[in-house]
Antibody, heavy 119, light 107 residues
Framework: VKLVESGGGLMPPGGSLRLSCAGS????????MSWVRQVPGKGLEWVSS????????YYADSVKGRFTISRDNSKNTLYLQMNSLRAEDTAEYYC?????????????WGQGTLVTVSS | EIVLTQSPGTLSLSPGDRATLSCRAS???????LAWYQHKPGQAPRLLIY???TRATGIPDRFSGSGSGTDFTLTISRLEPEDFAVFYC????????FGQGTKLEIK
């Protein structure tokens, strides 16, 4: 199992960014996936989750209405569209595979991609 | 809104010592939905324990979890040099929640 995030970078407040997470080594569409972030020097914070076929999505209150999780199973890729970015969204963003039938239990993680929101 | 509080914030121990990390919930958590993760700088977090006491695949038996209700514990029976890291408890489900972490450092 391999998960590789990309798309991080420096963005001004109010900007938009799309993160990607390429999965390999497993049947991508059979697993729900999540995004989790870590503010520098702080702990882990769950951001969003999506079911294997994309029909169910969940968001943390801190990002609801600004972030959108999606997936393209034909490309084995998970996305996080981040709009109206705020300074407090600055963090390392990890994608993770959810254990079957255990929402939110994160079995495999990527190495992360850094998002910095600053003017 | 439930809060998970981990203690201590930092634990300083030596290899060979026993480590006991605590996770206290502000309201009762089902033992079916409590997990522990290990996170080292620059690495991906690693799932250690789920369902309060079940070790994830490949996790050595020196790691064990216990607890119920609002009090949960991760115990590392005999610390190895590679065990030093930050540890997080998590209540999982459709709205997962992490504790703030305990840093286990070498004394």
């Amino acid at each position: 199992v391999k998960l590789v995030e990309s798309g991080g970078g420096l963005m001004p407040p109010g900007g938009s960014l799309r993160l990607s997470c390429a999965g390999s080594g497993f049947a991508f569409d059979s697993y729900a996936m999540s995004w989790v972030r870590q503010v520098p020097g702080k702990g882990l914070e769950w951001v969003s989750s999506i079911s294997g076929l994309g029909g169910s999505t969940y968001y943390a209150d801190s990002v609801k209405g600004r972030f959108t999780i999606s997936r393209d199973n034909s490309k084995n890729t998970l996305y996080l569209q981040m709009n109206s970015l705020r300074a407090e969204d600055t963090a390392e963003y990890y994608c993770a595979r959810i254990v079957s039938r255990n929402w939110g239990l994160l079995e495999y993680w990527g190495q992360g991609t850094l998002v910095t929101v600053s003017s | 809104e439930i809060v998970l509080t981990q203690s201590p914030g930092t634990l300083s121990l030596s290899p060979g010592d026993r480590a006991t990390l605590s996770c206290r919930a502000s309201q009762s958590v089902s033992t079916s939905f409590l997990a522990w993760y290990q996170h080292k700088p620059g690495q991906a977090p690693r799932l250690l324990i789920y369902e309060t006491s079940t070790r994830a695949t490949g996790i050595p038996d020196r790691f064990s979890g216990s607890g119920s209700g609002t009090d949960f514990t991760l115990t590392i029976s005999r610390l190895e040099p590679e065990d030093f890291a930050v540890f997080y408890c998590q209540r999982y489900g459709t709205s997962p929640l992490f504790g703030q972490g305990t840093k286990l450092e070498i004394k």
